[in-house]
């Protein structure tokens, strides 16, 4: 007699629940081209992870990253996880526009003259069941939010899940 244990592995969720800014601060000059737009800030974002086995799930060490205009200007480093539900933390983000090449100057001073800075959140994050060691996997985080300069609140966020 042969019995065989079938498990499925359920994907994980993983996405960003809030964000809040700091220090937001932007330049934009067209009649000073000797100076390019840039912007520096601070993000506080609240990163969730939502575990949907019935066991306690590992998430390993990992690095969320930011986008701009696909131009990584900051990134988080998140630490070991063990998640039972739902785990919650904190993180913050420095972000500028240093490494944005020159090439993309005119877009950031329309961008910033538009008043609405767009920026995509993402990672991939590798799990790890407890009581299953032999089932591995993996989450992704795909959000995106827009910066209001004038207001400096961050509206929409929405994750794909």
Do not use: W
């Amino acid at each position: 007699m042969v019995v065989a244990l079938y498990v499925r592995h359920k994907t994980s969720e993983v996405g960003i629940s809030s964000v809040s800014l700091e220090n937001l601060k932007y330049y934009v000059n067209a009649s000073s081209p000797s100076r390019s737009p840039s912007f520096r800030l601070v993000l506080n974002t609240q990163i969730f992870f939502k575990n949907k086995f019935i066991t306690d799930m590992k998430f390993k060490s990992s690095t969320a990253k930011v986008s701009y205009r696909g131009i990584e200007p900051g990134e988080a480093s998140i630490r070991k996880l063990k998640v039972e539900a739902i785990e919650k933390f904190n993180t913050t983000i420095y972000m500028s526009s240093d490494k944005v090449p020159s090439y993309m100057y005119p877009l950031v001073g329309r961008d910033i003259n538009s008043g609405k800075l767009s920026f995509v959140a993402y990672g991939k994050f590798k799990t790890l069941l407890n009581e299953f060691p032999y089932l591995k996997g993996s989450a992704r985080m795909n959000c995106s939010f827009v910066i209001h300069l004038g207001t400096q609140k961050v509206n929409p966020l929405s994750c794909k899940l």
